[in-house]
């Protein structure tokens, strides 16, 4: 048992890091010449093509909605993709605002504030079903009739280098959240897509965690051929809501990485939007000179899922392992902290329904859908510490970290803060990727006798 136990981790395992497969798809690249010279030169601006027609045909079958190459633009990762997507589709002064789902993911906060955004950055809370639209939409508001916003770009007025420049960028996590591990309802993606027509504002979500899913149930059949359903990603939502998007660049982005579902070392991510809005990304100055990004590492991973060894190792590796820790901390969560006054915070359900084609016999299946990496929890009442204080004891007498609900405020946002006070922040993240189940339970033991130790 190691002497720290870090359940604030967000990585995933190196012992599931699937390197043999990794090697077999850089022996096919370095082994040929041709794939070779394809791969060790700049490459071309959109991405390795082998690489997005593969992502297209797999995000197809994942979202049961046609993906194209021209759709898909080739990233280092999506941290990195979320800053391309500032530089090329925003301008300090004629974007508005930047807004952020709340609690937030933190260190989004510094690429934004890098962007030019220092100061804008405003907090949007959740409820049951996710972001909380009314809010969100009273404050645009207030923002839109306050002086001086120009009504057109004052910089980035070159229309063939920068065609499309949006008011409000509004940045979410919208499948197993991180850090509330709350999935935004169907029917709140779609009122969110609405609310960025009316706006002009460009949807960019982080959807990371989407094929780590399974049933809640413990009992469901753990060898389906079919993953649970999740709701449709916000850009497809956008593409068909009403008629479909409003002009050729769309109000929304799908941010994507290999990052928890190879190594994030590979450092190679995607996006996906309309063809017009993939291309102007592609075109950034950056790209141009220095050909596009994680060129060598893409051709490797287009080698994993052409043969299929990506998608078996997320469905025989990846799921089972993280399905087990997920049970095993909600067991010892149930066990230790919800008697202690814990609460889990994770919104609303996901119902799914599908028809499985194996075990089952062509049944129809359906229950609640979980996954990602992460829970929420609130802190007892009567405790006479922060959430903040909590963590910081529990690392000094404990050997035990967790994220607590004053790291995720929106950086710069009083209003964030206040609202951290009063609800979220008085919350803790567990992650259950990094450490083994004896690990995750000998945490959370460790964490209920912290609480025990500082209750009155």
Same mark, same amino acid.
């Given at each position: 048992?190691?002497?720290l136990i870090?359940?604030q ?6 012992s599931?890091?699937p390197? *043999?497969?990794?090697l077999?798809? *850089?022996?096919?690249?370095l ?6 010279a394809a *791969? ?5 601006d959109?991405?390795?093509e ?10 197809s ?12 633009c080739?990233?280092?990762?999506a941290?990195a993709?979320?800053?391309n997507?500032?530089?090329?589709f ?6 508005r ?15 934004m504030t ?6 804008r ?5 959740e409820?049951?079903e996710?972001l909380d ?8 508001q207030? %923002?839109?009739?306050s ?6 770009p ?8 920068y ?8 940045y979410?996590?919208p ?46 059949d ?14 497809d939502?956008?593409?068909t ?7 050729d ?5 799908s941010?994507?990485s290999f990052s928890?579902i190879?190594a994030p ?10 063809p017009?809005?993939?291309?102007a ?5 950056s790209?141009?000179?220095g050909?596009?990004p994680s060129h060598m590492?893409?051709t490797?991973? *287009?080698e994993?899922?052409a043969?299929g060894q990506?998608?078996s190792?997320i469905?025989?590796t990846?799921?089972?392992t ?5 049970n ?6 149930r ?12 919104g609303k ?6 028809i499985s084609?194996?075990?089952?016999n062509?049944?129809?299946?359906s229950?609640?859908v %979980?996954?990602?990496?992460f829970t929420?929890l ?14 910081a004891?529990g690392?000094?007498?404990?050997d ?6 004053g790291?995720?405020t ?5 209003g ?18 990094w450490?083994?189940e ?8 460790r964490?209920a ?8």
């Amino acid at each position: 048992m190691p002497d720290l136990i870090n359940l604030q981790l967000g990585w995933p395992s190196p012992s599931l890091f699937p390197a *043999a497969d990794l090697l077999n798809g *850089a022996s096919s690249i370095l082994e040929s010449p041709k794939k070779t010279a394809a *791969a060790l030169i700049y490459g071309p601006d959109a991405g390795y093509e082998p690489l997005r027609e593969q992502i297209a045909l797999w995000l197809s079958s994942t979202y049961n909605i046609k993906s194209t190459p021209e759709r898909i633009c080739v990233s280092s990762g999506a941290s990195a993709n979320l800053a391309n997507i500032l530089q090329k589709f925003t301008e300090p002064e004629y974007t508005r605002r930047i807004w952020m789902v709340e609690p937030c993911y933190f260190l989004a906060c510094p690429i934004m504030t890098d962007a030019g955004f220092e100061g804008r950055l405003r907090g949007v809370p959740e409820d049951e079903e996710g972001l909380d639209i009314d809010f969100l939409r009273t404050s645009i508001q207030e %923002v839109e009739k306050s002086d001086g916003h120009p009504d057109t770009p004052s910089v980035k007025t070159n229309r063939t280098r920068y065609p499309r420049v949006y008011k409000h960028i509004i940045y979410a996590v919208p499948t197993f959240a991180n850090p509330s591990a709350k999935t935004m309802s169907l029917r709140r993606r779609e009122d969110l897509v609405r609310l960025a027509r009316e706006f002009d504002a460009l949807v960019v979500t982080d959807d990371v965690y989407d094929v780590l899913r399974w049933p809640e149930d413990t009992q469901a059949d753990a060898d389906a051929v079919h993953l649970p359903d999740v709701p449709p990603r916000i850009v497809d939502v956008d593409r068909t809501l009403d008629g479909g998007p409003r002009d050729d660049f769309g109000n929304a982005v799908s941010n994507g990485s290999f990052s928890k579902i190879i190594a994030p070392g590979v450092r190679t991510g995607w996006n996906e939007a309309m063809p017009a809005f993939a291309h102007a990304l592609s075109s950034l100055g950056s790209t141009k000179s220095g050909g596009c990004p994680s060129h060598m590492s893409a051709t490797f991973v *287009a080698e994993m899922l052409a043969s299929g060894q990506l998608q078996s190792h997320i469905k025989d590796t990846l799921v089972p392992t993280y399905r087990a820790r997920y049970n095993t901390l909600f067991r010892v969560i149930r066990e230790h902290l919800l008697p202690l006054g814990f609460h889990i915070s994770t919104g609303k359900p996901y119902a799914y329904g599908h028809i499985s084609n194996g075990a089952t016999n062509g049944h129809a299946q359906s229950g609640v859908v %979980v996954g990602g990496y992460f829970t929420y929890l609130t802190v007892p009442d009567d405790l006479p510490i922060t959430a903040d204080q909590l963590a910081a004891r529990g690392l000094e007498k404990y050997d035990l970290k967790f994220a607590s609900g004053g790291m995720m405020t929106v950086e710069g946002d009083e209003g964030s803060r206040e609202r951290a006070v009063k609800g979220y922040g008085r919350g803790i993240r567990l992650c259950w990727a990094w450490h083994t189940e004896a690990e995750i339970q000998e945490g959370i033991e460790r964490l209920a006798s912290l609480v025990k130790e500082v209750r009155p």
